[in-house]
């Protein structure tokens, strides 16, 4: 019996250092072919015969990569916070508020789960050019900050909290906004952490909303200002390995800061309405 698991749990450590290996793979070869010459990006092999940074110094240099890395940056942790804030006030009131039409508002707002982005793309930029809002940073931020998952999400989480506590709090004089930023907001942390964390990570990678909204050189996001690398006539594969590379490094110290948050809060997410 004793031999048996530990034949088992060799073998899932052998399975477990595959896969790491097979993810980890990629992400080296693009490391490596982001410090080969123009010469060799196309060669193979692991080890180059000659180390380059010029990518690296081109785009920053005579690119400006590092404003674009500053678009990115604002444009992702606005939209991560403003998300959050909406979603969790918002699932707030569908969770602890009683007031008429409830269940048919979260029925509406389930539903925009449902709708493909690429179906509301056209009606969502005739609004934002209505609104006067192309060409700028808050044109990105503003229609993509609403997420119906987040506040369903949110809103499982909170059915899931005793009402004893809102209670205690409402005889100790509190209202329903400190109620839910002293009492339940604290507890939500994990799934806080992890919805932030997504958002932050999908917006830092978004291309397509942010390519329709703006067309200033200097409003370009890191993805978009990646993309231009790319022309009819040629392609600069070593700035596009090195500026991947380096977009690549807040998203790997995001992940390994907020690691156990994200495992809790993933662990909580099964929570049951």
Same mark, same amino acid.
């Given at each position: 019996?004793? $031999?048996?698991?530990?034949?088992?749990?060799?073998?899932?450590?052998?399975?477990?250092?595959? /896969?790491?290996?097979?993810?980890?793979?990629?992400?080296?070869?693009?490391?490596?072919?982001?410090?080969? #010459?123009?010469?060799?990006?196309?060669?193979?092999?692991? /080890?180059?015969?000659?180390?380059?940074?010029?990518?690296?110094?081109? /785009?920053? @240099?005579?690119?400006?990569?590092?404003?674009?890395?500053?678009?990115?940056?604002?444009?992702?942790?606005?939209?991560?916070?403003?998300?959050?804030?909406?979603?969790?006030?918002?699932?707030? !009131?569908?969770?602890?508020?009683?007031?008429?039409? $409830?269940?048919?508002?979260?029925?509406?707002?389930?539903?925009?789960?449902?709708?493909?982005?690429?179906?509301?793309?056209?009606?969502?930029?005739?609004?934002?050019?209505?609104?006067?809002?192309?060409?700028?940073?808050?044109?990105?931020?503003?229609?993509?900050?609403?997420?119906?998952?987040?506040?369903?999400?949110?809103?499982?989480?909170?059915?899931?909290?005793? =009402?004893?506590?809102?209670?205690? !709090?409402?005889?100790?004089?509190?209202?329903?906004?400190?109620?839910?930023?002293?009492?339940?907001?604290?507890?939500?942390?994990?799934?806080?952490? @992890?919805? #932030?964390?997504?958002?932050?990570?999908?917006?830092?990678?978004?291309?397509?909303?942010?390519?329709?909204?703006?067309?200033?050189?200097?409003?370009?996001?890191?993805?978009?200002?990646?993309?231009?690398?790319?022309?009819? =006539?040629?392609?600069?594969?070593?700035?596009?390995?090195? !500026?991947?590379?380096? !977009?690549?490094?807040?998203?790997?110290?995001?992940?390994?800061?907020?690691?156990?948050?994200?495992?809790?809060?993933?662990?909580?997410?099964?929570?049951?309405?």
């Amino acid at each position: 019996m004793k $031999k048996s698991k530990k034949v088992l749990s060799v073998v899932l450590v052998i399975i477990g250092l595959i /896969i790491s290996v097979t993810l980890f793979f990629p992400i080296l070869v693009m490391f490596i072919t982001s410090i080969k #010459g123009d010469t060799e990006i196309f060669h193979l092999s692991l /080890i180059p015969k000659s180390i380059s940074f010029e990518g690296y110094v081109k /785009i920053f @240099t005579e690119y400006g990569f590092l404003k674009n890395i500053g678009n990115s940056l604002f444009v992702a942790t606005v939209t991560t916070f403003l998300s959050l804030f909406l979603q969790s006030t918002s699932a707030y !009131a569908f969770a602890r508020l009683r007031f008429r039409g $409830k269940k048919i508002f979260f029925l509406i707002v389930l539903s925009t789960m449902m709708i493909p982005f690429s179906v509301i793309m056209i009606p969502l930029f005739l609004i934002t050019k209505t609104l006067h809002l192309t060409n700028t940073l808050w044109g990105i931020i503003i229609p993509i900050a609403a997420n119906g998952y987040g506040v369903y999400l949110l809103r499982q989480f909170f059915v899931t909290i005793p =009402r004893d506590l809102d209670e205690s !709090a409402h005889i100790d004089g509190a209202t329903h906004f400190q109620i839910f930023r002293k009492v339940l907001l604290p507890l939500c942390k994990p799934i806080l952490v @992890t919805l #932030g964390t997504s958002y932050f990570i999908a917006n830092w990678n978004n291309y397509l909303w942010p390519l329709i909204v703006t067309t200033k050189p200097e409003l370009k996001l890191v993805q978009v200002a990646i993309a231009g690398f790319r022309s009819e =006539r040629q392609t600069l594969w070593n700035l596009i390995f090195a !500026a991947t590379v380096v !977009a690549s490094v807040p998203i790997f110290l995001l992940f390994s800061y907020f690691q156990s948050y994200i495992v809790e809060g993933i662990k909580s997410s099964g929570v049951k309405g």
